[in-house]
């Protein structure tokens, strides 16, 4: 997106508008992103549906190079407050938000993304490729091998990020979402997953405690591939091996775990207005 441009975000279901967001890039400065407004049916509202959407949101802006995102919240609504800061948001002042003669008392919140934008830079540079149907490939077989490694009841395996929406370019690294019913069973995944063969990236779980995280490498010199990424380890994501397959293994309902799928997964049922996120 150019620098100070409005985009509006339209998501469905099916044939059902579930949720609208406006968003403006380079507000107020090149690196900085403002929300002007999410909506949701109200059907949704307590469902995951929010949390889903800005996460997907989320992603993008960091792709997109964004360092702040800001928004305001009408100080009448503190339950949409409660929301954004179960995300991350934290107020940075109260002010009065003037729109022609009316004047409404809000907050405005912020969310630095910073760290994590530094971490992707860290982790892997990512080049966008035109979408290839080989990804939905990738994602059964990956499942495939889910499945075996994992007969745990409940299990939820959902293809997530750029790569399932299915018609714009993306990132050629599979994201998949494994939804566990209850979070003691997270430690439990580590001896299987490794036993089939993932790498379990152990560096970001202190940063991430709701998650275990895994890839799947290919190699990039004839240096041996590790199956544990350590937090003392140094990354060499794009220098020894790159990932194809990101696992993020949640218990569901957690963040975005069990709800991000309805949402994130609807291929060509995301539509924008103007210039798309999805370059």
Known sequence: ????????????????????????????????????????????????????????????????????????????????????????????????????????????????LQAEQQASDTFMKIKLEPWNPAWLDAFERTKARLLAALPVPGLLIDPIGSTSLGDISAKPIIDILVGLQHATQLDEVIHPLLAAGFTYVEAFTGAMPYRRFFVTLKALSDQPL?????PTDALAFGRVYDSIANIHVMKRGTFTGGVISPFVTTCGRIRRSGLSMKR
């Open 1 to 112: 997106m150019s620098s100070g441009e409005k985009s509006l975000v339209v998501v469905e279901i099916g044939a059902e508008l579930v949720g609208v967001v406006e968003l403006v890039a380079g507000f107020p400065r090149p690196d900085q992103w403002y929300v002007g407004l999410l909506l949701l049916h109200p059907d949704q509202r307590g469902a995951g549906a929010g949390t889903a959407i800005w996460e997907h949101l989320r992603q993008r802006m960091i792709q997109e190079g964004a360092s702040t995102v800001r928004l305001l919240v009408q100080k009448q609504n503190p339950r949409a407050r409660r929301f954004w800061e179960r995300q991350g948001f934290a107020v940075e002042k109260e002010m009065v938000a003037r729109t022609g003669r009316q004047e409404s008392p809000v907050w405005l919140l912020h969310r630095s």
């Open 226 to 230: 590790p199956r544990v990424i350590g």
